[in-house]
């Protein structure tokens, strides 16, 4: 049993993709393209090479848009502070595994950015882990500083870059 003074799972800090600003634009611009490349297509007539180009152009960015929807809306855990250590996720399950380092192997942990976030966490004796969280994340630094003194007060946070607004 944990002592009645230790953090809890609600202490946690977790933040996760989902829609941002630079989500919105990328899905924006990328439905844009598919958009004005189908346009295109729909007044070209034959299987000329600019029309070949043209619908290159609209499965490319189709597909875009599908990814970055897809992403934006699995609300996916991105980074979670938590009593068990912190855990960086994957936007996408098939590009990778979310690797949970253990507090005793926390040295640090860095957040750089707010418009496309990285969080490094450097272990004691193990190789540094690192994810860029990309736009579809915003990170609150002075979440992320209260979760880690809670948790591990140790540890060093460092935070660079304005706080995000809360939403």
């Not at 941002?20 to 070209?44: D, E, P």
């Not at 996916?76 to 996720?89: C, N």
């Amino acid at each position: 049993m944990a002592a009645p003074d230790a953090p809890s799972a609600e202490d946690s800090y977790t933040c996760r993709y989902g829609w941002t600003r630079g989500t919105a634009r990328a899905a924006a611009g990328s439905g844009l393209i598919a958009a004005a490349a189908l346009g295109k297509l729909l007044f070209a007539a034959g299987g000329t090479p600019e029309t070949v180009c043209f619908a290159l152009a609209a499965a490319g960015s189709l597909l875009s848009t599908a990814l970055v929807a897809g992403v934006a809306t699995a609300r996916r855990v991105a980074l979670r502070i938590g009593p068990e250590g912190i855990l960086l996720g994957t936007p996408v399950r098939h590009l990778g595994r979310p690797v949970l380092v253990p507090w005793e192997e926390v040295a640090a942990v860095e957040v750089r950015g707010t418009a496309a976030p990285v969080v490094r966490v450097r272990r004691r004796t193990a190789p540094t882990v690192q994810r860029a969280l990309g736009t579809v994340a915003a990170v609150d630094g002075e979440r992320v500083r209260g979760a880690v003194a809670r948790h591990a007060p140790g540890v060093l946070p460092i935070v660079s870059g304005p706080t995000p607004p809360r939403s």
